[in-house]
C-alpha cells in the first residue's frame, strides 16, 4: 500500500487547460473523495493518476515513485469504471482474473485469489457466467472483484455507481465503505454526487473549473466551507444564501433591508462591508418575528418537513424534524439557529 | 459456448403497434419485389444447372425442355479432363491467402482510424470508404495495374493474384471492422490497459473476440469478391497452373462456337464454393452486417 502525492499536476488539450496545477496528498490507506460539478476535472485528474491521460506538468507519485511517464500496468492501481467496462466476452472469473493472466501467474494462483475476492465480494456462485448475465449491481461487484484480485497499492474509481438505481446506489455505497475499512487499500473515488462523497470519504477534495476549491474532512467542508462554491455544492438540500450588510454594535447585525438578522458573533474586519449569509435549511427556525417568507412548496419526506418559501423574492429552502401544519400561501417568519450563519465576502466569495 | 458478445451494448430495437399496421401494405409490396429478385436471379441459375446436366441432343433440342431430358454428368467429366479442379483448388488459396492478409492489415486499420487522432485521419478515411467502389470496377485501373506489376517483374507469379485481391478487398474490409469498432466502449480498451496490455494486446484480447462477427462477414465478403474477380485473373497470369477459374469458365466460349454442356458444368463448380459459403455461414454474415458493424 501507499500514498499518493499529485504536485502542481496540469492537464492541457491543446491550448485549452483543463487542470490548473492541483495538488494533494493522499495518505496511505486513505479514501479521497474527488467530487465537483462535470467538467471540473476531477476525471482527468483520476485518469492520469491512472496513467491513460498523460500528464502535462507537474508531478504525481504513487509511493515513493514518480509515475509521469510510466505505464498504466506499472503504476500497481486498478480501475473501476463507470460503465464497469468489463470484458463480455469472458467469465465473471475470467474477467477477474484477466491481469493475473497476463502476468502469466500460475493458474492455481489465479483461481485462489478469484475465489478470495468472489468470496468478500458473495460473487462465487457467479463465477461461471457471463456479464451480460448479471445484473448492474453484480456487474459493480464484478468489476470491483477485478480491481481487489490484482491487491493493488492504489484503488481507482470513476464514478462507479451513476449506472445504478437508487437503491442499489445507496446499498453499494455501504459495501464500497466496509470493503475499505477491510482492505485498507489507499482509495481516490471520482464523483459528482456530493452525498456519496459526504457519507464515502475520509477526506473530500472539492473541485471546480480545474482548480482544487477545498480539501478536507466531510464534517470540516459542511461546517466550514472555504468559500461560497463549496458551501452551495456541499449539503442537500443546498445552502441558502441572502445578501445583506453586516452592523457593529453590540451584538453585530445583519441588515438585509427589509429586515434585521441578529448575529452572536462576526469578524470585526467585515464590520461595514456587503455579505453574503450562508444558512444551511435545517438550520432555520420557525420564529415570530424572523424573516418574513411565504411558502410555496411544502414537501413532507416522513423524517423530515422539507418547506421552499420566498424571502423578499428570493428562494429558500428550510428543513424541519418537527412536524407543521405548513400550506402554501401561509406566512411564516424564519430565524437562524445561533452560530449557525456562514459569511461570505460579496466580492471574493471567500468565507469571513 | 462462445457468447455473442456485441448484444451486450445493442439497444433492442422498438415497434411500435401502430407503425407495424401501418407497414402492412408496405410490407406486402416489399413481398412481391422479393419474390420478383428471386425469381429474376434464380431463373438463369437454374436454367444454367439443368443445361449443364443436358447431353448435347438435349441442348438444342427445340422446343427446349425444362425437366424433361435425360441427367447426365457428361459436361462435368469433359471440364474435369481440363483440369479444372486442380484451378479450383489454386482460386481457393488465392482467396484463402487474400483473405488472411486483408484481415490482418483490415483490423489494425480499422482500429487505428477508430480509435487514434492522427493528421489527415478524416480525408484519408473518406478516400478508403471512396475506393470501395473503385475496386469493384477494378477494370479501370487494369492498364496501369498491369505496367506497373510487368516492371516489377511481378506478372505471372503465384502470389501477384493474392497481393491484388488483398488491395481490392481492403477498403470494404476496413470499413465493416470500423463499424464493429465503433461500437465496441473504449472503456473497454482502457481496462484492459490497466490490466497490463499493450495497444496490440487491446486489438487481440477485446477487439478481436468482439468482433468476430464483422471479422466473419468481411472475410465473406472478401473471399467471394476475389473467387468471382476476372479481369485481373485472366490478365496478370499466364501459366495455365496459376489460373483462376473465372477465365477458365469463360475459355469454354471458344474460337468455333459456345460449348454449352461444359461452360454451364464449370459455371455450376465455380458458384459452389460461393452457396456452400452462404449455406454455412449466411446467419454469421447477417449478423455482422446488421449488428451495428455497418456505420457510415
Excluded at chain 1, 62 to 84: C, H, T, W
Excluded at chain 2, 61 to 67: G, N
Excluded at chain 2, 108 to 113: K, T
Excluded at chain 2, 253 to 275: C, K
Aim: charged content about 20%; hydrophobic content about 50%.
Amino acid at each position: 500500500m501507499a500514498g499518493v502525492s499529485i504536485n502542481q499536476a496540469r492537464k492541457d488539450f491543446g491550448s485549452v487547460s483543463v487542470l490548473h496545477g492541483v495538488s494533494v496528498e493522499i495518505k496511505d490507506s486513505e479514501f479521497v473523495v474527488l467530487v465537483g460539478p462535470s467538467g471540473c476535472g476531477k476525471s482527468t485528474l483520476l485518469r492520469m493518476i491512472a496513467g491513460l491521460e498523460d500528464i502535462s506538468g507537474g508531478e504525481i507519485s504513487i509511493g515513493e515513485r514518480v509515475v509521469n511517464g510510466m505505464l498504466p500496468k506499472d503504476r500497481d492501481i486498478a480501475m473501476v469504471f463507470q460503465s464497469y467496462a468489463l470484458y463480455p466476452h469472458l467469465t465473471v472469473a475470467e474477467n477477474m482474473g484477466f491481469s493475473l493472466k497476463l502476468k502469466r501467474a500460475p493458474k492455481d494462483e489465479i483461481a485462489s485469489r478469484v475465489n478470495r475476492a468472489a468470496d468478500i465480494l458473495g460473487l462465487r456462485d457467479l463465477l461461471g457466467r457471463y456479464p451480460r448475465q448479471l445484473s448492474g449491481g453484480q456487474r459493480q461487484r464484478v468489476a470491483m472483484g477485478r480491481a481487489i484480485v490484482r491487491d493493488p497499492k492504489v484503488f481507482l474509481f470513476d464514478e462507479p455507481l451513476s449506472n445504478l438505481d437508487a437503491k442499489l446506489r445507496v446499498q453499494m455505497r455501504t459495501e464500497i465503505k466496509e470493503l475499505h475499512q477491510r482492505l485498507k487499500t489507499t482509495t481516490i473515488y471520482v464523483t459528482h454526487d456530493q452525498i456519496e462523497a459526504m457519507t464515502m470519504a475520509d477526506r473530500i477534495v472539492v473541485m471546480q473549473n480545474g482548480a482544487i476549491e477545498q480539501v478536507g474532512a466531510p464534517l470540516e467542508l459542511y461546517d466550514a466551507p472555504a468559500n461560497i462554491f463549496v458551501a452551495g455544492f456541499i449539503g442537500s438540500p443546498a445552502m441558502n444564501f441572502i445578501e445583506g450588510e453586516l452592523r457593529g454594535g453590540e451584538v453585530p447585525i445583519l441588515d438585509f433591508g427589509f429586515a434585521q438578522l441578529p448575529l452572536s458573533s462576526a469578524p470585526a474586519t467585515a464590520i461595514g462591508k456587503r455579505v453574503i449569509a450562508g444558512i444551511r435549511p435545517e438550520n432555520l427556525v420557525l420564529e415570530e418575528n424572523g424573516l418574513p417568507a411565504t411558502v410555496s412548496v411544502v414537501e413532507p419526506t416522513g423524517s423530515e418537513l422539507h418547506i421552499f418559501a420566498a424571502i423578499n423574492g428570493a428562494p429558500v429552502t428550510a428543513v424541519f424534524r418537527e412536524r407543521h401544519d405548513l400550506r402554501p400561501g401561509d406566512r411564516i417568519g424564519l430565524g437562524a439557529v445561533p452560530g449557525s450563519i456562514h459569511l461570505f465576502d460579496v466580492e471574493t466569495g471567500l468565507r469571513l | 459456448m462462445q457468447p455473442d458478445a456485441p448484444r451486450t451494448f445493442a439497444p433492442a430495437p422498438r415497434v411500435s403497434v401502430a407503425r407495424r399496421s401501418a407497414t402492412l401494405s408496405t410490407q406486402t409490396l416489399v413481398l412481391a419485389l422479393v419474390v420478383l429478385l428471386i425469381v429474376l436471379n434464380g431463373l438463369p441459375f437454374v436454367w444454367g444447372v439443368l443445361t449443364s446436366m443436358k447431353s448435347e441432343q438435349d441442348l438444342f433440342r427445340f422446343p427446349p425442355a425444362f425437366f424433361d431430358f435425360e441427367p447426365t454428368l457428361d459436361n462435368y467429366r469433359r471440364v474435369a479432363a481440363t483440369g479444372f479442379l486442380g484451378n479450383m483448388l489454386t482460386s481457393f488459396a488465392y482467396c484463402i491467402v487474400a483473405v488472411f492478409f486483408v484481415l490482418a492489415i483490415g483490423l489494425p486499420a480499422a482500429y487505428a482510424f477508430d480509435r487514434y487522432q492522427f493528421p489527415l485521419r478524416q480525408p484519408l478515411f473518406l478516400l478508403i470508404v471512396a475506393s470501395i467502389p473503385l475496386s469493384i470496377g477494378a477494370a479501370a485501373l487494369l492498364i496501369p495495374t498491369y505496367i506497373y506489376f510487368a516492371r516489377l517483374g511481378l506478372t505471372n507469379t503465384f502470389f501477384v493474384l493474392p497481393m491484388i485481391y488483398a488491395a481490392h478487398q481492403l477498403p470494404m474490409t476496413i470499413w465493416i471492422l470500423k463499424g464493429a469498432i465503433e461500437s465496441i466502449p473504449r472503456e473497454l480498451d482502457e481496462a484492459a490497459i490497466v490490466d497490463g496490455v499493450s495497444r496490440l494486446g487491446v486489438l487481440r484480447h477485446v477487439v478481436l473476440p468482439l468482433s468476430r462477427p464483422a471479422l466473419a462477414a468481411a472475410s465473406i465478403l472478401a473471399f467471394v469478391g476475389s473467387w468471382n474477380e476476372f479481369v485481373a485473373g485472366s490478365v496478370m497470369v499466364d501459366s495455365p497452373g496459376l489460373k483462376p477459374i473465372q477465365p477458365l469458365v469463360y475459355s469454354f466460349i471458344g474460337f468455333f462456337g459456345r460449348e454449352w454442356g461444359p461452360l454451364t458444368a464449370s459455371a455450376t463448380l465455380a458458384m459452389l464454393p460461393i452457396l456452400l459459403i452462404f449455406i454455412l455461414f449466411g446467419r454469421q454474415f447477417v449478423a455482422g452486417l446488421t449488428k451495428g458493424a455497418v456505420k457510415g
